[in-house]
């Protein structure tokens, strides 16, 4: 040992294991680098919020659909009798469109032109002859009921004429769903009207004169109305916002985007003659990563904490949803943690294995997102294909926004949502040991 | 008897997939005090060999001993013995000569008072007092090359590897480093050195070794070499046992 002793000028570093001291040097060297760039700060904290601003707008409009940005719609009625008329006054009445009735003096108009015109989404061509055909068919129905009442409906032929049918055009950006909500609309108004057709034409052939106005009120329009309650595990009522849906999501998004930076960072140190000095010191490489482990955690915790002030704060005074903070701050603490650190994780490993910070940046960016898009951010995890329904349980966003959803939606609390942060933890774990591997291939540790 | 700083027996090294220069039962000794010499032409295994020493890069074959202590045991710790000085800046750029030499003083173990005392001493012999907080990336060469050694030599290593620590500065720079390591080299500082200014051999080295293709072709003073090849310079001897082809 004397040798050692007159060698060492000092003799406090550990053979093994982690020195406070040096971990806290590089903790504070971190910082400053961090600090410094002022461009990397910018793109770590604003664009995360830029972001989370837009998205929510956009998805807030959607939201609103029905209330105050209604799908603006094109009627063009060629029927000349009441039932188009009827038809168009029952659509304007479902209250989802901005109604524009067309000149109707036109024999062949160029629809796709007129929307573009008019900037309609929907036009809807009622042919001539719909009334007619409306009220034959209820006729040739009632008649057919009452000469005998047992006989197969699926047996009656269609003894009426069919004239062109109802044409919806549709603009192409409208996507499936949305299209199909339109469509059956559209088709409950039709289905009033010829319902309407057909117990007039029962009542008048039954008792021999027209309907009271007020009894066929109650046959066609006193349907059991159905209220809609969200699941909540608080018992709370409040009706989820975009506010409360996106912010999370997009949130955690922007965490596990650390990867830009933090990947960046772990690749310039391997590549610039740091890690060379560093390898021929007496401590660890191991503090260089639990020391951006703990920086780079804490920025992931400040993101989200900004966010959801911002979502909390600012969001009402630029007109969007207020976003509810969950009741259980220890749970929404908890999950913010975990996810942060998964993230960095993440990053650390890119970081490990890529050898270039192109490699880094293009592989992080890309890898993020498609872990965002298995994980639900992007579509929610209900209505991916079952394969991908699989897949979506290795994403660590699935797991997180899972949490978040528990706690932001739901209403629940920290033991409703340990699951998900198990797993979570698991899959950082798994991150952890990918990265070990590959620290010890590349004889950094 | 004292102990050799540095004692290679029967080194056996080579790159993966047989890139760049190999070692096959390499022997070298370096005794303590020495100002060590390593030349050679690009691709001789100067660097290869100092990264083997280092611990940069892992051998399967032989012994490395630096001060009696077998590298290969020690893995971590024994770095504590040695300064290395890599011919890339290796610093970080956003930080001042101050912060780099703090954070790096913290890895070698010191405390506070002992990376106060030892940055304001280097930064006062290195001509560096005045610049001590400013950001690296606006240095010139000659500084960042000064910065470089400072950090190489923070805690006081009784040896210390310097790889082509006066590459690309002024004459004047080139000048102080040199005057710097003569003077730890009094101060009981082992010194192995590489370069190709072959001219610095002549002013620093009391030993040196010219190296060629993995294997040491000459290894003694400056002048009994020039003498033992009747050279005047050591440019001359070093064209006379390395040959003039390029070397790239």
Request: a positive charge; proline letters at 5%; glycine letters at 8%.
């Amino acid at each position: 040992m004397k040798i050692w002793k007159d060698y060492f000028w000092h003799s406090q570093v550990k053979d093994s294991g982690i020195d406070m001291r040096i971990l806290k040097a590089t903790i504070i060297k971190d910082l400053k680098i961090l600090l410094r760039d002022r461009l990397g700060l910018f793109l770590i904290f604003f664009m995360p919020i830029l972001l989370v601003i837009v998205i929510t707008s956009v998805q807030n409009s959607t939201f609103e659909l029905v209330n105050n940005n209604k799908i603006s719609l094109l009627v063009y009625n060629k029927d000349q009798g009441p039932l188009g008329a009827a038809l168009t006054e029952g659509i304007r009445k479902i209250g989802l469109f901005r109604l524009q009735v067309s000149d109707t003096t036109q024999k062949n108009p160029d629809i796709p032109a007129r929307m573009h015109d008019q900037d309609a989404l929907v036009a809807l061509i009622i042919p001539a002859g719909f009334t007619e055909y409306i009220q034959n068919k209820a006729e040739d129905i009632a008649s057919r009921a009452l000469k005998d009442p047992d006989s197969d409906s699926r047996n009656l032929s269609p003894s009426v004429p069919l004239p062109d049918s109802l044409q919806m055009y549709y603009h192409p950006v409208m996507q499936a769903t949305f299209r199909q909500s339109v469509e059956g609309s559209l088709r409950s108004a039709v289905q009033v009207i010829q319902g309407q057709a057909i117990v007039k034409k029962l009542y008048e052939a039954v008792n021999q004169k027209e309907i009271p106005q007020d009894l066929e009120k109650q046959i066609l329009f006193s349907q059991l109305p159905i209220s809609e309650i969200p699941v909540s595990r608080s018992g709370s009522r409040t009706v989820p916002n975009a506010s409360q849906h996106n912010v999370p999501a997009w949130t955690l998004f922007a965490m596990f985007f650390i990867v830009i930076s933090l990947g960046g960072a772990v690749v310039k140190e391997k590549n610039s003659g740091s890690l060379i000095r560093l390898k021929t010191l007496p401590a660890s490489y191991l503090h260089a990563l639990y020391s951006k482990q703990f920086v780079y955690g804490m920025v992931t915790m400040l993101q989200a904490a900004v966010i959801f002030v911002i979502g909390n704060k600012l969001f009402p005074l630029i007109g969007l949803p207020v976003l509810h903070l969950p009741k259980d701050i220890l749970g929404l603490f908890i999950v913010t943690i975990v996810s942060g650190y998964c993230a960095v994780n993440y990053a650390i490993c890119v970081g490990v294995y890529a050898r270039t910070a192109e490699q880094s940046n293009g592989f992080g960016a890309i890898s993020v997102l498609i872990l965002a898009a298995i994980g639900g951010l992007l579509v929610p995890s209900f209505a991916m294909p079952s394969h991908l329904q699989k897949m979506l349980q290795v994403s660590p966003l699935h797991w997180a926004l899972e949490a978040y959803y528990g706690l932001f939606l739901e209403g629940g609390k920290l033991k409703d949502i340990w699951m998900n942060i198990i797993s979570l933890l698991v899959i950082t774990g798994l991150i952890q040991l990918v990265t070990l591997y590959g620290l010890k291939k590349k004889n950094l540790i | 008897m004292s102990i050799p700083a540095i004692t290679i027996q029967k080194l056996a090294f080579h790159y993966p997939r047989s890139e760049g220069v190999c070692f096959e039962n390499f022997n070298l000794e370096i005794q303590a005090g020495e100002r060590f010499g390593l030349f050679g032409p690009n691709g001789a295994g100067k660097t290869t060999l100092i990264h083997l020493m280092t611990g940069l890069l892992k051998y399967r074959e032989g012994s490395i001993r630096l001060l009696g202590h077998e590298i290969s045991r020690h893995p971590k710790s024994i770095n504590s013995l040695f300064g290395f000085v890599p011919q890339d800046f290796s610093y970080y750029p956003e930080l001042s000569p101050r912060e780099n030499l703090a954070f790096y003083g913290a890895w070698y173990g010191l405390d506070r008072k002992q990376i106060k005392t030892r940055t304001d001493e280097l930064l006062e012999v290195l001509g560096l007092s005045d610049v001590g907080d400013r950001f690296l990336q606006s240095f010139s060469g000659g500084m960042k090359r000064r910065v470089n050694l400072a950090i190489g030599v923070m805690h006081r290593p009784k040896l210390l590897f310097l790889d082509e620590p006066t590459v690309g500065v002024d004459v004047q720079s080139r000048h102080n480093i040199i005057e710097y390591l003569k003077s730890q080299n009094k101060s009981g500082t082992t010194l192995v050195y590489t370069s190709h200014q072959m001219e610095e051999a002549a002013i620093l080295c009391n030993k040196i070794a010219l190296m060629d293709d993995g294997k040491i072709i000459a290894h003694d003073s400056p002048e009994a070499l020039m003498q033992k090849h009747g050279y005047e310079d050591m440019e001359g001897l070093f064209l006379a046992l390395t040959g003039k082809r390029f070397r790239d």
